[in-house]
């Protein structure tokens, strides 16, 4: 879809929603702000008589990256904690075309850099612990009345998200995935059996706005759903990472140990932390196997390399290994470079003055930045992989498709005595990847994973 065509059906989605929620609320749409972000969001100001109110229109992700599409769904899930004592956005309604929900604008913003000091940080922290330690207490009847899959039994209950994620992840696998099926096949074998407890989780936890001190809200339920309430505990603490909680994790685990009733489960902990970057590894491995175009390409790439390097932590954690870092020596210009320096020069001539299209256009100058990196690399990092994985296979394959599909089978088939080897063999691959991609804006955040420790 050209720019121009983008642009007028990003005009008439918006024209639609003003008049949806002048309708809803009976007022005029004096403002409307589409936010610079990667999937459709606006901010709107109504006049109600004499009154402004402020609303968050949240538009659906676009793409088949969600197990849960329906978008209806989330707000379902917010209008129900909110009514029931967690600190939520008030949902006014649902807009059916374009689907988007229509909400409070929350005051307030989750960067805890902005608190007044430490004391105020570790407030909040403590805050977003007992939101997130109610909610874990709320009935399930009226989540369940609103089609949340209810799991029972250990393995169900402990594999909630991986059930909800895999029948995404089969429709649209492209080709193999041997780290995923390693991960998948070692989390079924180490299901923690005395884990029978249901709870609501929000799943991709740690999200909450607040101001002055005060948490306003938790948000983003998109991917709730009924599991075990450590599986917060888990993604909260993978989120710490690039989004602080305001105070060490150990911190805010032992809080909410205190104030739930919880025992100290930091194996647990540890298994849903394998768990919770599995699958969002394969809610995005299609995505970046077969783009699609409209795709936030730069935003799917950083998080596959991200999620890949903590999937591979997360195991060592469990299994009690120590990773330890290749040595690879890095060249910075490949065959490509005189072509990759015209592109980049030729990006950087066009000016846009829109502030979603320089959001675009940025996306494309971080893309060509980490194919420069690719261009020089890739062959060496291919050829070294498959060296190593020949020798775990006990013969030599030829080509990076072979190696995968080779490994996929051996992964699928081995036991847990091959657990070591195989882990060992992974990470190998992703730190790799990370000494050649890390130093782009892209692989970043992979750079700089870090699994807070459990005391």
Not at 234 to 257: H, K, T, V, W
């Amino acid at each position: 879809m050209n720019m121009a065509v983008q642009d007028n059906a990003n005009a008439v989605s918006e024209q639609k929603i003003c008049r949806f929620v002048e309708q809803l609320l009976e007022g005029i749409v004096i403002s409307i702000e589409r936010l610079p972000r990667w999937r459709p969001a606006w901010n709107i100001d109504l006049q109600q008589g004499d009154k402004i109110i402020k609303l968050h229109i949240r538009g659906e992700r676009g793409g088949d990256v969600s197990p849960f599409p329906d978008l209806r769904r989330e707000a379902d899930i917010l209008s129900l904690i909110g009514q029931q004592g967690v600190p939520a956005p008030r949902i006014y309604g649902f807009c059916e075309d374009p689907q988007a929900i229509v909400m409070e604008a929350v005051p307030g913003t989750r960067d805890v850099s902005q608190a007044r000091d430490d004391a105020e940080r570790l407030s909040l922290a403590r805050q977003y612990v007992e939101a997130m330690a109610t909610m874990h207490k709320l009935p399930l009847e009226g989540f369940v009345a609103k089609g949340i899959d209810l799991p029972k039994g250990a393995e169900a209950i402990a594999l909630a998200g991986l059930n909800a994620y895999y029948p995404l992840y089969a429709r649209n696998k492209t080709r193999p995935q041997p780290l995923i099926e390693f991960a998948l096949n070692w989390l079924r074998r180490n299901v923690p059996q005395h884990r029978t407890r249901a709870s609501l989780v929000q799943y991709d936890s740690g999200q909450y706005l607040f101001e002055n001190g005060k948490l306003n809200a938790l948000y983003d339920f998109e991917f709730a759903m009924i599991g075990d309430p450590l599986a917060d505990l888990a993604s909260a603490r993978m989120r710490d990472n690039y989004e602080p909680l305001g105070c060490p994790f150990s911190e805010l685990y032992r809080y909410y140990q205190q104030i739930s009733g919880e025992p100290p489960e930091p194996d647990v902990v540890r298994f849903h932390t394998a768990l919770f970057s599995t699958v969002s590894t394969m809610q995005f491995s299609s995505t970046v196997a077969t783009p699609q175009p409209g795709d936030p390409h730069d935003t799917y790439i950083e998080f596959d390399i991200a999620l890949r390097r903590v999937v591979v932590h997360a195991l060592a954690e469990s299994m009690g290994v120590t990773i330890e870092t290749p040595v690879i020596p890095i060249e910075i210009i490949g065959p490509n470079s005189e072509l990759l320096n015209m592109l980049s020069d030729a990006v950087e001539q066009v000016d846009v003055a829109d502030p979603f299209q320089r959001t675009k256009l940025n996306a494309v100058r971080k893309i060509v930045e980490y194919l420069g990196k690719a261009d020089a690399m890739t062959i060496a990092l291919q050829a070294q992989d498959i060296h190593e994985a020949s020798a775990l296979l006990g013969r030599h394959v030829e080509t990076i498709e072979e190696l995968d599909a080779a490994l996929e089978h051996f992964v699928i088939n081995a036991g847990a005595e091959h657990d070591l080897a195989l882990l060992q063999l992974f990470a190998s691959q992703i730190e790799r990847r990370v000494q050649v991609f890390g130093s782009t804006a892209i692989g970043a955040s992979a750079s700089h994973i870090d699994l807070p420790e459990l005391k």
